[in-house]
């Protein structure tokens, strides 16, 4: 096929993000009676899963102190649950397992579950949590535990066979992929702002419309659309800060322990949910017994087939380097400065140690292979979802997305004229005019 010179609706990236809004783009332009065939065109310089959604951990939680992000996540369950065999999505469930400092924010979460009508139960108490768990697994012994908030919905997908589902359902509706093509500037109408057409390494491609989901390198697409690097943000308090980052970056630690996924299962022998973590109980090494931390700490696991084990993370840390400098590429385990450390490999496998007893001893069992991958957050770790020079649509999930399957399907909307309600807390405007999302007392950016 030649290479295309123009598309009406042009999409970079072939992530998540960009490919559930071909997909959706396309099933909306059947919907309406129009010509899907050859007018949406995906576009990704390297290949279909090759940025974050390539290595996402691939959890998929309501768990969120915020009530837009609630809101926007059972939306995006839904998509999920639409077809789980073609999204190679698990339906088995969340659990949020805390210590004190965090019962209060996740009793509010429970009530707000209620009010959406997102099915969860809560437990509150030592005893309680506790005789809850051994509920579900006889061996769990993690001590100080107040409170367990249990999600119905919500589970794990499969990050690359979802991705090639999520492909193939956007190609079988006409949608072109075309991967190994870079965007290397954008060119504007000479009597307005809008953006006529990208500039490839492969030559020139109009469009009418520009949908760019970049993932990690959300930073460099925000240059090219000539966005500041340093923004105003009216704090929570009212106060009003200059010469913000919008940008900054986080390692994101995980890592698969090389036992069968069987070895985690329910005492019903079931496939248990996605389990969570957070505490402040004093953490002790599962190799010699000194004291690994006695700050605050969590971990997430699953048993996952796909990864050959039981998968999961920790709290992910700041990167340190001016967000300028930051070294993108080559992305995730293929970095060689942005990967899981043997620190992380300690910590996370004692602290599953922590949790079950059936994971003492177990630290020879680390899969010691390149894990992890970096993600952009913008200035208060929440996306933007918005629009810029008339026809360019920038998906910037602040790398909360994976689970955000659903975006895709409301900017589609957007992009052929509606507003969505549930886009609306993620406009760039925000943070000038002071309407951010509340902040919670999780160790984690994006809770
Ligand atoms: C280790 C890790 C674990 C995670 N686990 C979870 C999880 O369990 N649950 C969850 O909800 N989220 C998780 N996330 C976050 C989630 O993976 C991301 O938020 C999401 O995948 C981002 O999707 P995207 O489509 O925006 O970007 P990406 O998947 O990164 O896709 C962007 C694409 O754009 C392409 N591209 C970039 N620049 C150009 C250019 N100039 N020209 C052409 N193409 C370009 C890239 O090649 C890439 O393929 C995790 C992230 C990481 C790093």
């Known amino acids: 096929?030649?290479?295309?010179?123009?598309?009406?609706?042009?999409?970079?990236?072939?992530?998540?993000?960009?490919?559930?809004?071909?997909?959706?783009?396309?099933?909306?332009?059947?919907?309406?009676?129009?010509?899907?065939?050859?007018?949406?065109?995906?576009?990704?310089?390297?290949?279909?899963?090759?940025?974050?959604?390539?290595i996402a951990c691939g959890v998929v939680r309501n768990n969120y102190f915020q009530p837009a992000m609630r809101k926007l996540m059972a939306h995006s369950v839904g998509v999920w649950e639409s077809d789980p065999v073609a999204l190679s999505y698990h339906p088995v469930g969340y659990m949020q397992i805390s210590s004190e400092s965090m019962?209060?924010?996740?009793?509010?979460?429970?009530?707000?579950?209620?009010?959406?009508?997102?099915?969860?139960?809560?437990?509150?108490?030592?005893?309680?949590?506790?005789?809850?768990?051994k509920d579900l697994f006889s061996d769990w012994q993690a001590q100080g535990i107040t409170s367990v908030l249990h999600e119905k919905r919500g589970g794990f997908s499969n990050n690359t066979k979802s991705m090639y589902g999520i492909a193939k359902k956007a190609e079988d509706l006409g949608v072109r992929i075309l991967t190994g093509v870079e965007v290397v500037g954008l060119v504007s109408e000479s009597a307005s702002s809008s953006i006529s057409a990208v500039e490839t390494n492969r030559g020139v491609i109009s469009c009418e419309h520009l949908i760019v989901a970049p993932?990690?390198?959300?930073?460099?697409?925000?240059?090219m659309l000539g966005?500041?690097?340093?923004?105003?943000?009216?704090?929570?308090?009212?106060?009003?800060h200059e010469g913000v980052d919008m940008w900054r970056?986080?390692?994101?630690?995980?890592?698969?322990?090389?036992?069968?996924?069987?070895?985690?299962?329910?005492?019903?022998?079931?496939?248990?949910?996605?389990?969570?973590?957070?505490?402040?109980?004093?953490?002790?090494s599962c190799v010699d017994g000194s004291l690994v931390t006695d700050e605050m700490w969590g971990i997430y696991y699953k048993p996952d087939a796909h990864f050959g084990g039981i998968q999961g993370g920790a709290s992910p840390y700041k990167v340190k380097t001016p967000v300028n400098k930051v070294a993108i590429d080559p992305y995730g385990p293929s970095s060689p400065e942005?990967?899981?450390?043997?620190?992380?490999?300690?910590?996370?496998?004692?602290?599953?140690?922590?949790?079950?007893?059936?994971?003492?001893?177990?630290?020879?069992?680390?899969?010691?292979?390149?894990?992890?991958?970096?993600?952009?957050?913008?200035?208060?770790?929440f996306p933007v979802f918005d629009h810029f020079h008339g026809n360019v649509t920038l998906i910037a999930d602040s790398n909360h997305g994976w689970k955000m399957l659903g975006v895709g399907q409301l900017i589609a909307n957007e992009v052929l004229g509606e507003s969505e309600e549930l886009l609306e807390p993620f406009r760039f405007d925000r943070f000038e005019k002071g309407n951010l999302h509340p902040v919670s007392n999780s160790p984690y950016p994006w809770s």
């Open 103 to 133: 019962r209060e924010d996740v009793a509010s979460i429970y009530e707000q579950q209620l009010a959406i009508g997102y099915e969860s139960t809560f437990v509150e108490g030592a005893d309680a949590s506790d005789a809850y768990m």
């Open 227 to 240: 966005m500041p690097d340093q923004i105003i943000v009216k704090g929570l308090d009212g106060q009003v």
């Open 1 to 54: 096929m030649a290479f295309p010179n123009h598309a009406d609706f042009l999409i970079v990236g072939a992530g998540i993000h960009g490919l559930s809004t071909a997909w959706h783009l396309a099933e909306r332009l059947i919907q309406a009676g129009q010509k899907g065939e050859g007018r949406i065109l995906v576009l990704d310089k390297s290949g279909i899963a090759s940025g974050a959604s390539g």
């Open 249 to 284: 970056f986080w390692q994101l630690e995980e890592g698969v322990l090389q036992v069968p996924p069987e070895t985690l299962k329910t005492n019903d022998g079931k496939v248990p949910p996605v389990i969570h973590v957070d505490t402040d109980a004093p953490l002790m």
């Open 338 to 381: 942005f990967i899981a450390s043997d620190d992380f490999a300690h910590m996370w496998v004692s602290a599953l140690a922590h949790c079950h007893k059936r994971f003492e001893g177990l630290m020879g069992k680390y899969h010691r292979e390149a894990s992890g991958g970096i993600g952009c957050f913008t200035a208060d770790s």
């Open 215 to 223: 993932g990690p390198w959300a930073r460099d697409f925000w240059t």
